[in-house]
C-alpha cells in the first residue's frame, strides 16, 4: 500500500547545491527558456485554471531569484516579489490552499512547491542577524542570509512528532486509536495528535510527553512510521505509531477540545455517515489512521 502521504514527496529535484555561488552557471539557465519560474509573493503563490503557474524566465517579474534545482532536464527557479501585490486581488494563495491539487500537478511535484514556498517563509520572517542585529542580505540562490558583520544564518526545519497512538491486541477487533479536535475547528473533525520536539530530547520522548499533556493517555513503546515536509512555515512532520500503557482521557482544554477512542468498526460507521470527518488525504495524519486501519477510509476534512 502506498500511503497518500507519500504522494508529496514524489519525484523529488536534484537541488544543485553545487551552483548556488555559480554567476555564469545560474545566468545560463536563467537564459533557457526551458527552464521554469514559480512567481512567490511573500508566501503567496497563483494558481492557474486550477495548477501551479510556472513560467518560462522571460514571462517572470523582477525580484529575488531562488534556484529550486534541476528536475526532468530543465533548470526551477523561483522568484521572491513584494507581499504588497497578493494584496492586490488575483486568487494569491498560501500552500494550505493548494494541497487539495499539489500532489497531482502534472507539470511539476509538490518537492519543488515546497522549496519554494519553505524558503519564501524562511526569507520573510527573517530580516534581521539574531546575533547583533544587523540586516541580513541574501546569498547562495536564497539558501543562505549575511549580515554585514559576516555572520551567516541558513534555513531552519522545526522537528515535530505526528502520532498514532493504539490500546489493544494489535489487529483485534476491539483495538482502539486515540484521535483529538481542536475547539477551532468545524464539528466532527478529529485527527491524530501532534507536537514539536523539544531541545534535547528524543523523538520517541516527544511522543510520549506530547500525548500525556494533551490527552492524559501514558504511551509506552513508541516506533517510527514515516516523514513528511511540512513547510507551514517550516517544519518536517515525523510520524510515529505509540502504545498506550493507560486508556483515560483527561484533555488538557488548551490544545485540544476533545479526545476519543474509537476502534475500527466505529471509524467506519462514523466516517461513513460523516459525522467523522478524517485529515486531508495527502498528509501523514491520514497515513498513519489509514495504516492503523488497514486500508482506506471514506471522508475527509
Not at 533548470?75 to 500532489?103: H, N, Q, Y
Request: negative net charge; contains cysteine.
Amino acid at each position: 500500500m502506498r500511503y497518500q502521504h507519500e504522494r508529496l514527496s514524489a519525484n523529488p529535484h536534484d537541488r544543485a547545491g553545487a551552483y548556488r555561488a555559480d554567476d555564469a552557471w545560474l545566468a545560463a539557465r536563467w537564459a533557457d527558456p526551458e527552464s521554469r519560474v514559480l512567481v512567490v509573493a511573500g508566501t503567496r503563490v497563483r494558481p492557474v485554471a486550477g495548477a501551479l503557474d510556472w513560467v518560462a524566465p522571460a514571462e517572470a517579474p523582477d525580484g529575488l531569484r531562488v534556484l529550486l534545482g534541476e528536475h526532468d532536464g530543465r533548470a526551477w527557479f523561483a522568484v521572491i516579489v513584494d507581499a504588497e501585490i497578493s494584496k492586490a486581488g488575483g486568487d494569491w494563495t498560501p500552500l494550505r490552499g493548494l494541497l487539495p491539487f499539489l500532489a497531482d500537478d502534472a507539470l511539476a511535484g509538490a518537492p519543488l512547491v515546497f522549496h519554494a514556498l519553505g524558503l519564501a517563509e524562511w526569507l520573510w520572517v527573517t530580516r534581521f542577524c539574531p546575533r547583533c542585529g544587523e540586516p541580513l542580505a541574501p546569498r547562495a540562490a536564497g539558501h543562505e542570509l549575511v549580515c554585514e558583520n559576516g555572520h551567516v544564518q541558513f534555513p531552519r526545519t522545526d522537528p515535530a512528532v505526528i502520532m498514532i497512538v493504539t490500546s489493544g491486541e494489535p489487529g483485534a477487533e476491539d483495538e482502539r486509536c486515540l484521535l483529538g479536535r481542536q475547539a477551532v475547528w468545524p464539528e466532527g473533525r478529529y485527527s491524530t495528535l501532534a507536537g514539536f520536539c523539544e531541545p534535547g530530547e528524543t523523538l520517541e520522548d516527544a511522543v510520549r510527553r506530547e500525548v500525556l499533556e494533551e490527552s492524559g493517555v501514558v504511551v509506552g513503546d513508541v516506533e517510527y512510521f514515516g516523514n513528511q515536509p511540512w513547510p507551514l512555515p517550516a517544519s518536517l512532520m515525523l510520524g510515529m505509531v505509540g502504545r498506550a500503557t493507560s486508556t483515560e482521557i483527561a484533555v488538557d482544554n488548551d490544545e485540544l477540545e476533545d479526545a476519543r477512542w474509537f476502534t475500527r468498526a466505529e471509524m467506519k460507521e462514523l466516517a461513513e455517515a460523516g459525522t467523522l470527518l478524517l485529515p486531508r488525504g495527502v498528509s501523514i495524519s491520514r497515513s498513519l489512521v489509514e495504516h492503523w486501519y488497514g486500508g482506506e477510509l471514506p471522508g475527509e476534512w
